[in-house]
């Protein structure tokens, strides 16, 4: 049974490997609270906010937040498999390293984040924020990054293969050692206006 909570508040707790199966937020606010290797499966966050939540190595399953604000969070290690993020916004929070497989990120917000190293595989990331984003180092694979903000990014030394990258101006993002496939490198060839004969 589905358990739900609306329009509450908790602070300064510990949840510590706390295991969040099939629950349902709403409107929550979450305030300094220890999620440290926490898990969630098949639960629901709408329009909560987390500030100065601790979700280092917390595993996250077919698991939402919708909407939700994150301020001031860390996400050192953590993981999301198969999670919707739709419309979320992350401040000022810790998030490398983090691993992300499968899911829907669109209309994310990580404006200026530091994602270095991170890993985001098949993940449909259309309209994400990325502005001033350093993603040096990065894994970005199979992703569908159309429609994306991803102006001043850093995509340094980043493995690009398989996304969509035709939201991407060469003239704007940082791409030096990049690696893309032959296709993806056509679009870049384009987007600079250049013909290819």
């Known amino acids: 049974m589905t358990k739900s909570i609306e329009d509450e508040s908790f602070s300064n707790e510990d949840w510590y490997a706390e295991e969040l199966t099939d629950r349902t937020y709403t409107r929550c606010a979450f305030s300094h609270i220890d999620l440290t290797e926490a898990s969630s499966r098949g639960s629901l966050f709408t329009e ?113 293969r398989g996304s969509d990258l035709t939201a991407l101006d060469p003239a704007t993002v940082e791409l030096t050692g990049a690696v893309i496939s032959s296709t993806q490198a056509i679009v870049i060839v384009q987007a600079l206006g250049l013909e290819i004969r």
């Open 48 to 160: 909560c906010t987390f500030g100065n939540v601790r979700f280092n190595a917390s595993r996250h399953a077919d698991s939402a937040f919708l909407r939700c604000t994150f301020k001031r969070c860390n996400f050192f290690e953590a993981e999301f498999v198969d999670c919707k993020m739709t419309g979320s916004m992350f401040h000022q929070s810790t998030l490398r390293p983090l691993r992300v497989t499968g899911g829907d990120w669109s209309f994310v917000g990580l404006p200026g984040a530091d994602l270095r190293g991170i890993a985001v595989q098949g993940v449909r990331m259309r309209e994400v924020d990325l502005t001033g984003a350093n993603c040096a180092d990065a894994v970005f694979t199979d992703v569908d990054l159309s429609g994306a903000q991803l102006h001043s990014a850093k995509f340094t030394r980043s493995d690009l």
